[in-house]
T-cell receptor
Framework: NAGVMQNPRHLVRRRGQEARLRCSPMKGHSHVYWYRQLPEEGLKFMVYLQKENIIDESGMPKERFSAEFPKEGPSILRIQQVVRGDSAAYFC?????????????FGNGTRLTVT | EDQVTQSPEALRLQEGESSSLNCSYTVSGLRGLFWYRQDPGKGPEFLFTLYSAGEEKEKERLKATLTKKESFLHITAPKPEDSATYLCAVQPGNQFYFGTGTSLTVIP
């Protein structure tokens, strides 16, 4: 499967625990975006990364949230001390290392439930 | 402020009844407008990219068009399997801004 792979598909955490969401981009893609989606709402941009660099994190809360895309391995979105309001679907998307105008290709998301 | 608005929010069509979905945008310096289809429990699936006013793209029963202020997704003779949420996104820079989508239901 050459598509964007996200895991886990479903994640349940209790309030105060940590959530780690993983994303492996499509082969040949070096740009990764993370989005959050709530029911009846659109996709909200969180962060844009290239290998070993955070390019734009303007959509990510400054506290408890962090993201990385190391030289080797998947991109990770980390949420510390989760709260009920963090429950949502988190989508990762990737694009090739080309100029602007290339579409994003999405994974099937991780659905986080905080109890 | 960059903004994307899709209408209608929901659309119910009889099988074979053609219609159009609208995506209006206000961005400075459009680099691309994208249409996606999203099925429940899945990630958005890429359909089309449009770059400049007057451009059109077609795929099976779908045709996307672009003007300076909006894009239309025309659905000709839809089938039940076309039922999904259709999302529009614009890229003015690094970011992609998404609309909230049109939920399409095609009744057999």
């Amino acid at each position: 499967n050459a598509g964007v792979m996200q895991n886990p598909r479903h994640l349940v955490r209790r309030r105060g625990q940590e959530a780690r969401l993983r994303c492996s981009p499509m082969k040949g893609h070096s740009h990764v975006y993370w989005y959050r989606q709530l029911p009846e709402e659109g996709l909200k941009f969180m962060v844009y990364l290239q290998k070993e660099n955070i390019i734009d994190e303007s959509g990510m809360p400054k506290e408890r949230f962090s993201a990385e895309f190391p030289k080797e391995g998947p991109s990770i979105l980390r949420i510390q001390q989760v709260v009920r309001g963090d429950s949502a679907a988190y989508f990762c998307a990737s694009s090739p290392p080309s100029e602007f105008g290339s579409p994003l290709h999405f994974g099937n998301g991780t659905r986080l439930t905080v109890t | 402020e960059d903004q994307v608005t899709q209408s209608p929010e929901a659309l119910r069509l009889q099988e074979g009844e053609s219609s159009s979905l609208n995506c209006s945008y206000t961005v400075s310096g459009l680099r691309g407008l994208f249409w996606y289809r999203q099925d429940p429990g899945k990630g958005p699936e890429f359909l089309f990219t449009l770059y400049s006013a007057g451009e059109e793209k077609e795929k099976e029963r779908l045709k996307a068009t672009l003007t300076k202020k909006e894009s239309f997704l025309h659905i000709t003779a839809p089938k039940p399997e076309d039922s999904a949420t259709y999302l529009c996104a614009v890229q003015p820079g690094n970011q992609f801004y998404f609309g909230t989508g049109t939920s399409l239901t095609v009744i057999p």
